[in-house]
């Protein structure tokens, strides 16, 4: 795909559908363009986006492929194991500081996807905070990957293998399909948001956002971290995929502390 053509293209999906890939690589995206036109069996983006245009499935199939939708429960178990001993206990204790009311905690899932991620940290809050009313905030772009998430599912064995026996008992209506089962699935409030554009909500004590920003270009990573840290309560954590550094933290007021965690000082 020459420059001039992916111009045209990115100038049209932010007309048409709000997307800017300009924070996106060029590169990659280009190459994940170029196999959507030849899996939509089209001649030409003009024609392809002319479709788009005049045909609203169609509009919608192309801005969920415009979404990377990867995902299990408990993806990365030994970083979920850290989150389970290093992080939670701190965030549970300063949720209920001696002499102060007990309050919830309020967690994140930005980029939720199909609704895995929200899933695992209902999980994880079910058995780290029984008797806590949290708040539980999943949001995602992708309205077909939202639309599964609010329905529950049905997940592939694939996506529950790393849950156990006895959470799958818990939280899993299970048989030919698995469902997440409609009292786990009440605790997740689920939202539309842009990432890059929307305000957020603030004063998060977890804010969890895995293998969503590997495709960013290093300005739109920049922006969106300093948008993250603003949304963390003072020692806040960020929660971030295994290969998503952020160089630098201490300039936006983040503390690294293992692979994947941030710290709002």
Not at 49 to 62: G, I, M, R, T, V
Not at 141 to 166: C, H, S, V
Not at 189 to 202: A, G, H, P, S, V
């Amino acid at each position: 795909m020459d420059n001039e053509t992916y111009g045209l293209i990115k100038t049209s999906i932010k007309k048409i559908l709000n997307i800017d890939l300009n924070h996106y690589k060029d590169e990659q995206m280009k190459r994940r363009l170029d196999s959507w036109l030849i899996r939509v069996r089209q001649n030409s983006w003009q024609d392809y986006l002319h479709l788009c245009q005049q045909n609203p499935a169609e509009l919608s199939k192309l801005r969920d492929y415009l979404t990377i939708n990867v995902t299990e429960f408990f993806r990365d178990p030994d970083r979920w194991e850290m989150l389970r001993q290093n992080v939670m206990p701190q965030l549970i204790r300063d949720a209920g500081k001696p002499g102060e009311p007990k309050r919830g905690l309020r967690v994140w899932s930005a980029g939720c996807s199909i609704g895995v991620e929200a899933y695992t940290l209902a999980i994880l809050l079910d058995e780290m905070t029984p008797t806590f009313t949290n708040y539980l905030l999943a949001t995602d772009f992708d309205r077909g990957a939202l639309t599964k998430a609010k329905a529950r599912g049905p997940y592939t064995n694939d996506e529950i293998r790393n849950l156990t026996a006895q959470q799958r008992s818990r939280h899993l209506d299970m048989g030919t399909t698995n469902y997440i089962k409609e009292t786990t699935a009440k605790k997740v409030t689920f939202k539309e948001q842009n990432l890059l554009e929307d305000k957020f909500e603030n004063n998060f004590d977890l804010i969890v956002c895995r293998n969503v920003v590997i495709y960013f270009t290093n300005e739109a990573k920049a922006h969106l971290y300093s948008k993250f840290r603003a949304a963390l309560r003072p020692g806040g954590v960020l929660f971030l995929g295994g290969t998503e550094i952020i160089p630098r933290p201490q300039e936006l007021g983040l503390k690294n502390f293992g692979i994947s965690f941030y710290i709002n000082e």
